[in-house]
C-alpha cells in the first residue's frame, strides 16, 4: 500500500510539472490569461469626488489614474491571473490524487475485510 501511495503522489508530482512547464500547457494558461486581462481590464472603474475638485487637482488625478490603468495594472493583473490559473491546474491534480487515494484505501480495506 505504501508503494502505491508513493507512486501515486509520484504521479501528481509529475502532472503538475508538467502542467506548470509543458509548452502546450503554458500556451494554454497564456492564452486564458491573456484573455481574462484583457476581460478585467476593459472593464472602467470610475472614480467619484465627494467634493468637486479644481481643475489642476482633477488634471493630475486623471493622468495618474491613466499611467496607472495602462502602465502599471495590466502587469500585476495578468501576474495574479496567470497564477490563479496555475493553482486551478494544482487543485485538479490534487483532486484526483485524493481520488486515487481513496480508492486505494478503499481497496486495500475491501481486501482487508474480505481475508480477515
Do not use: W
Amino acid at each position: 500500500m505504501l508503494t502505491k501511495f508513493q507512486q501515486l503522489l509520484h504521479e501528481y508530482k509529475k502532472e503538475i510539472f508538467h502542467a506548470e512547464h509543458d509548452k502546450q500547457s503554458v500556451d494554454d494558461i497564456t492564452a486564458k490569461c491573456l484573455h481574462v486581462t484583457e476581460d478585467v481590464l476593459r472593464n472602467k472603474f470610475h472614480y467619484h469626488f465627494h467634493k468637486l475638485p479644481d481643475a489642476d487637482r482633477a488634471e493630475i488625478i486623471n493622468m495618474i489614474n491613466n499611467y496607472t490603468r495602462e502602465a502599471i495594472l495590466p502587469p500585476v493583473v495578468e501576474r495574479l491571473v496567470y497564477r490563479q490559473m496555475v493553482l486551478e491546474k494544482r487543485l485538479e491534480a490534487q483532486l484526483h490524487l485524493m481520488e486515487h487515494l481513496l480508492e486505494e484505501v478503499s481497496a486495500g480495506v475491501q481486501a482487508g475485510g474480505s481475508s480477515s
